[in-house]
């Protein structure tokens, strides 16, 4: 049986969920929706999963109450250019955990949604456990995701004669070629996102003790991007990789996934047995 709800968020828009399954709490943001199937053939082409959000919350659906909500889609479709703050995501999460009535959950989240749970961590003291995929605890990309994140924003500024066509044929990994399909509003919010980061030394992040958290990426996990983009480097799997032993220091579970990147790490047939056992041995 599914549960739905709804959650206000400090916009005031309002986000659908959906609860699966029984069990201590964990919350998923990810798209639940199937894909229509031309956008579905495109993800794949990308290298990418359009079956990751059914088969992760199917699969951890079967020991654990899943509250689902798409924060990304909700972003997209309802973007706040000017609020979207670490603050106010932290508050926009407690508040889907509140309408689940999920009193205390679990959190994961992959790339920036992983971003997201490490500023969740450090706010509430709700959490009884944290998984960030994709995105390093220590040492995270954040000057670096700010410069790609302007030069999107500036993108989408421009005539849409100069976006590439969407149906060029593309090649997994080729950041160069992916239009900027989106407007300035939903780029601009992660541009507030980001500036608002760059004064976050995650080296002092004071996370609760003793909550349980894992932290994984794919060894290759580097987006490297061309001038359009100002020649910027992405580094997640090294700074991983680099400060293993540190984060093992203090309390972190942590795995490199070798020769995956950042689309092959988000795989479902990858994440789930991930999550699975991590889950199985902390909760």
């Known amino acids: 049986m599914i549960d739905t709800a709804e959650a206000v968020l400090h916009d005031g828009t309002t986000i659908p969920l959906t609860i699966h399954g029984n069990g201590r709490a964990l919350m998923v943001p990810a798209r639940f929706a199937a894909y229509l199937p031309e956008e579905a053939e495109t993800m794949r082409r990308w290298g990418a999963d359009p079956d990751l959000g059914p088969n992760l919350v199917n699969g951890l659906a079967r020991s654990h109450r899943v509250v689902v909500a798409d924060y990304e889609g909700h972003r997209m479709a309802h973007p706040a250019p000017d609020t979207l703050t670490p603050a106010n995501v932290t508050a926009d999460l407690l508040a889907i955990a509140d309408a689940a009535e999920a009193g205390t959950f679990a959190y994961y989240g992959y790339s920036w949604l992983a971003l997201c749970g ?9 959490l009884w456990a944290l998984v960030m995929g994709g995105y390093p605890p220590l040492d995270g990309p954040y000057e670096s995701m700010l410069a790609v ?9 421009q005539s849409a004669d100069l976006v590439p066509s969407p149906t ?18 939903q780029t601009r919010q992660f541009v507030t996102l980001y500036e608002a980061l760059q004064d976050f ?23 490297d991007y061309g001038p359009a983009w100002g020649n910027v480097q992405v580094k ?24 995956l990147d950042h689309i092959g790490a988000m795989h479902s047939s990858v994440v789930l047995p991930i999550l699975t056992d991590w889950l199985r041995k902390v909760g």
């Open 236 to 259: 997640i799997g090294e700074p991983l990789t680099t400060h293993k032993q540190a984060l093992l220091d203090t309390g972190w579970d942590v795995q490199v996934l070798p020769g």
């Open 118 to 126: 490490l500023q969740l961590a450090i706010r509430t003291d709700r």
């Open 149 to 157: 994140t302007r030069a999107a924003h500036s993108m989408s500024t």
């Open 201 to 223: 030394y995650d080296s002092s992040a004071e996370v609760p003790p003793g909550l349980p958290r894992l932290a994984f990426a794919g060894a290759d996990d580097r987006i």
């Open 168 to 185: 060029t044929e593309v090649e997994p990994g080729d950041w160069d070629s992916v239009p900027v399909q989106t407007n300035e509003a």
